[in-house]
């Protein structure tokens, strides 16, 4: 099914409102309401796009994930590191606001499909991580390889939220460094 320009502006405008509600308030007290009253729309308009906010969560990350890269065109492992960090830093509160008291929504598995989705890209374009792309595709499962990859990831990404200790810079290089590790690891399994 196509989606009209007008749809797909509607489905923009909301995953930006509730991005900015996670701005002020965590997941569990923000309601279908909340959410048309911010947006200025009808409830009634919320529910033609989304079942709940949990579905509209993850159509906003996921936007907003793909949002921090400027291009997927010839990515490399720096401009992905760097995306990814830049993201999370960026959004600090509105993924603490997420995970707080937060049963009904698993955040880290929506980061590691959308990171998985990010691997898996590669095959279809110019996306180039030219220290993952052939090991994971010579692994014995590469769908399996690229999830443990993104799973890794995304652990170290969470894991750093509890450490506001360590700045940016210092954990990019730090991810840098650890991911350095080429092909053997991987491909030898």
Not at 18 to 25: A, G, M, T
Not at 131 to 151: D, R
Not at 156 to 168: A, G, Q, R, V, Y
Request: with cysteine; net charge negative.
């Amino acid at each position: 099914m196509v989606m009209s320009q007008q749809n797909m502006r509607m489905q923009r405008h909301l995953a930006l409102t509730l991005i900015n509600l996670l701005q002020k308030k965590p997941l569990e007290k923000i309601t279908a309401a909340d959410l048309a009253e911010a947006g200025q729309v009808n409830r009634s308009t919320f529910y033609r796009y989304f079942h709940n906010k949990f579905d509209l969560l993850s159509d906003a990350l996921s936007e907003s994930l793909w949002q921090s890269f400027e291009t997927t065109e010839n990515m490399t492992a720096d401009d992905l590191i760097d995306g990814l960090v830049e993201w999370v830093n960026n959004n600090r509160r509105v993924i603490k606001n997420i995970l707080m008291n937060n049963t009904s929504f698993n955040f880290y598995q929506e980061i590691i499909h959308e990171l998985t989705a990010m691997l898996d890209k590669q095959d279809d374009c110019d996306f180039v991580l030219d220290f993952v792309a052939i090991p994971l595709e010579s692994a014995p499962n590469p769908a399996f390889a690229k999830e443990a990859f993104a799973s890794s990831i995304v652990g170290m990404l969470m894991t750093w939220l509890n450490h506001p200790e360590i700045d940016e810079t210092d954990f990019k290089a730090f991810l840098k460094a650890g991911l350095a590790v080429k092909g053997p690891i991987i491909s030898n399994w």
